[in-house]
């Protein structure tokens, strides 16, 4: 039973910071391509960053340079620190897991190219 369960979301000034967490189980963490979504409402899922299980990570422009993915396989954790926040990154973020391939062929940014999804947290920046 696949399960991606995400924390750390919440309320935060324009300028903060925030560290999300996703915890994953079920399945072979450490060989899978893993990527943060964010959405809002009316609005279609963006994919902001993504690593592969070797660590090769890629961001969106809209985070790049404010932002770090990172990965412990040896909690089955993914993290996505989020710098220097502004108004517009507001919206809940999910975590995504799908085969190492999604990464290393440059489609983690396609929401259908991952298989396994949380639930979502929200982050607010006001």
């Known amino acids: 039973h696949v399960q991606l369960v995400e924390s750390g979301g919440g309320s935060v000034r324009a300028g903060g910071s925030l560290r999300l967490s996703c915890e994953a189980s079920?399945?072979?963490?450490?060989?899978?391509?893993m990527a943060w979504f964010r959405q809002v409402p009316g609005k279609e899922r963006e994919g902001v960053a993504a690593?592969?299980?070797?660590?090769?990570?890629a961001y969106a422009r809209s985070v790049k340079g404010r932002s770090t993915i990172s990965r412990d396989n040896a909690k089955n954790t993914l993290y996505l620190q989020l710098d220097s926040l502004k108004p517009e990154d507001t919206a809940v973020y999910y975590c995504?897991?799908?085969?190492?391939?999604?990464?290393?062929?440059?489609?983690?940014?396609?929401?259908?190219?991952?298989?396994?999804w949380g639930q979502g947290t929200q982050v607010t920046v006001s």
């Open positions: 690593i592969d299980a070797g660590g090769g990570t």
């Open positions: 079920g399945y072979s963490y450490s060989s899978y391509c």
């Open positions: 995504a897991a799908g085969l190492n391939s999604v990464c290393l062929s440059g489609s983690w940014s396609r929401p259908t190219a991952f298989n396994y």
